[in-house]
């Protein structure tokens, strides 16, 4: 069981990260949080009643106080960030028992343990803002989708941002591939396959390949071709928490996996060709995945069929307008194969990019 008193988030700890302060003297209930610090990958500062050292019960980001030492803290420094933690399903008085310390929460174990590993990862890590995440979907096959989502990834990881590429079409070829590093070390899918939880993301970022300045989650080249949709979910909550931004190289069907994608997408891309063929298929997906996601836009690509341009494209399907999708004329010749799409700064490509970008973090900014 978990409540809440009040909803104000936990003080940021100074540089991001900071230690848990756990208060008790009940020896089973610290095994407990312990093991859940653990777990969370968190090394506490443990005390049996309120630290004498100043400064230590004011600074750390999150304060576990056990049920059993509400009284010894009650007259401490009032702050954000305190979970008064209990065993008694039944005990009534523990809510009291916040009140009188001036608690964010009250967690009764073992119910509550997700909750808590979950906000104990949160300070280990240092939790900020999360990565505007952006999935670039083909309104047909072969509408370039994936060279676009290389060249976002490239240009945004050019700026400074961090940055993730995520492949999510496991019959796509690879991503890392595209980008010149299949034999680079580190981590694809298959290694996640059984993650469930939460997933460090830190310890994410560490074990995927760094190819151009950027993290990529690729396919190997092995038989799986399917990840579970938990495990989905998990690996790319943990990419959204160390910020920056995610791109994210999406199929054009609509299975459990990719929905749990739509759902931590901010921006979706539908590329579509200037064709009446390729927009009739385009507005099909489009259907599928704005079932999901609310926020999807129409990038074009020329050439153009008679009687249609960009702002037609889009009049069409009825969605809005990101622009005209370039073409990179390095990549077109014998010797660009292993060119990164959006690698050439002055490229009319990449300047699309970065001016999406512009736009994209603008808005969040102003959000």
């Known amino acids: 069981m978990t409540g809440t008193v009040t909803h104000d988030p936990p003080p940021a700890a100074p540089g991001g990260q900071g230690r848990p302060l756990i208060v008790t003297e009940d020896t089973e209930l610290l095994d407990d949080l312990l093991r859940l610090c653990a777990a969370a990958g968190a090394t506490p500062e443990v005390r049996h009643s309120l630290p004498r050292r100043r400064g230590s019960w004011e600074s750390a980001p999150l304060v576990l106080v056990g049920d059993d030492a509400a009284r010894r803290v009650r007259g401490a420094t009032r702050r954000r960030g305190v979970v008064l933690v209990g065993r008694d399903q039944d005990d009534s008085g523990v809510w009291r028992r916040a009140v009188e310390i001036g608690a964010d929460h009250v967690l009764v174990l073992p119910d509550g343990e997700q909750w808590l590993v979950d906000r104990i990862a949160d300070v280990a890590e240092g939790v900020g803002r999360p990565a505007l ?103 790319l909550a943990a990419a959204r928490r160390r910020g920056g931004t995610v791109v994210v190289d999406l199929p054009r069907r609509v299975d459990d996996g990719v929905a749990e994608v739509l759902a931590q997408l901010d921006v979706g891309l539908l590329v579509v060709p200037a064709e009446l063929r390729a927009v009739a298929a385009a507005g099909r997906v489009a259907s599928a995945v704005g079932m999901v996601l609310k926020d999807v836009r129409v990038a074009v690509r020329g050439p153009y069929a008679p009687g249609l ?13 990101v622009g005209e999708v370039p073409v990179e004329p390095v990549l077109l010749r014998p010797d660009g194969g292993r060119t990164p ?18 736009r994209a973090l603008a808005e969040v900014g102003s959000g």
């Open 133 to 235: 995440t952006v999935g670039v979907i083909g309104g047909r096959g072969g509408a370039g989708a994936s060279t676009l989502a290389c060249a976002l990834a490239v240009t945004s990881a050019r700026e400074g941002l961090r940055t993730l590429l995520v492949d999510a079409d496991p019959l796509g070829g690879g991503l890392d591939v595209l980008l010149g590093g299949e034999t680079a070390q580190g981590l694809r899918w298959p290694a996640f396959a059984a993650s469930r939880g939460r997933v460090g993301g830190g310890a994410l970022e560490e074990s995927l390949p760094e190819l151009h300045a950027l993290r990529v989650l690729s396919w190997d080249r092995g038989d799986r071709v399917a990840v579970p949709p938990q495990a989905v979910r998990a690996v």
């Open 309 to 321: 341009d960009d702002r037609e494209v889009a009049r069409l399907l009825g969605l809005p307008l």
């Open 341 to 358: 799409p959006g690698a050439a700064v002055r490229g009319p490509l990449a300047r699309f990019c970065k001016e999406f970008w512009e």
